[in-house]
């Protein structure tokens, strides 16, 4: 028996027909990865991704001296010649055509606010930051309006927190940012965009909330003004303050 059996030649129209089906499939399979990409993945990064921030502010410049201005008292005086029968009276201002008899007045005394009188003197010296916490709470909605304080609250809330930055020091600040760290799933940082020059005396209150908290017991939220250090400042042992809060659930 012939073991020596001939080889019979693929054609190499088949090969280029399967080559053809594979490029094919390779294509469609791509397309189809394309479209899944785009409408599912986004939902599934966004469910594990980083906490949303609301962030609300109010800018409160420093107080202006006024000046008062006093009225000074009125009165008019009498002023008696000869006996009691007969009187002529004078005033402060008197009158010879018409001299008549006056008693004298109430005295009276007013004041007048006259506002918007700016220190124009050249500043100098250096911004001083100092922060404070006013209260921590949580955001009913994701306005920042929406606030409602107390130190315990369910997961499923949006804790929040409200604080103040106020320039204590003699110099103006320049733009500046803060940073907020806060407990969330993934321990997230939070670093503002640049905040508006604060003169001596300026403050600003914000109402800073997120979501996707940690569960536990005092959990810890703090900020902390100038953490860039891009802004000299005369003391920056009081730019941070922080709070805790009790959050219930899992």
Not at 133 to 153: E, K, N, P, R, W
Request: proline share 6%; glycine share 8%; hydrophobic share 35%.
């Amino acid at each position: 028996m012939d073991t020596n059996q001939p080889i019979i030649p693929v054609p190499q129209a088949a090969i280029n027909g399967l080559a053809v089906v594979g490029f094919v499939a390779l294509v469609i399979a791509g397309i189809w990865l394309a479209v899944y990409s785009t409408r599912f993945v986004p939902d599934v990064v966004n469910r594990i991704g980083a906490a949303a921030v609301y962030l609300g502010s109010v800018f409160n410049p420093a107080d202006e001296p006024t000046l008062s201005v006093v009225e000074a008292p009125t009165a008019s005086t009498t002023i008696s010649f000869g006996d009691s029968s007969s009187t002529t009276s004078t005033t402060a201002t008197q009158s010879r055509t018409n001299p008549v008899k006056t008693t004298a007045g109430e005295r009276t005394s007013s004041v007048y606010q006259i506002g918007g009188v700016t220190n124009t003197g050249v500043l100098s010296g250096l911004p001083d930051f100092v922060v404070s916490i006013d209260s921590v709470g949580y955001l009913a909605s994701t306005s920042a309006d929406s606030f409602v304080a107390t130190s315990t609250m369910q997961s499923s809330n949006r804790p929040a927190i409200k604080f103040t930055v106020k320039n204590i020091g003699t110099n103006k600040s320049g733009e500046w940012r803060f940073s907020a760290s806060i407990p969330t799933q993934s321990s997230y940082l939070y670093y503002s965009p640049f905040q508006q020059s604060l003169n001596p005396g300026d403050s600003i209150d914000y109402t800073l909330g997120f979501d996707q908290p940690i569960a536990g017991s005092n959990k810890m939220i703090s900020v902390t003004a100038n953490f860039d250090h891009a802004i000299g400042e005369s003391n920056t042992n009081n730019n941070s303050a922080s709070a805790s809060v009790t959050i219930i659930g899992s």
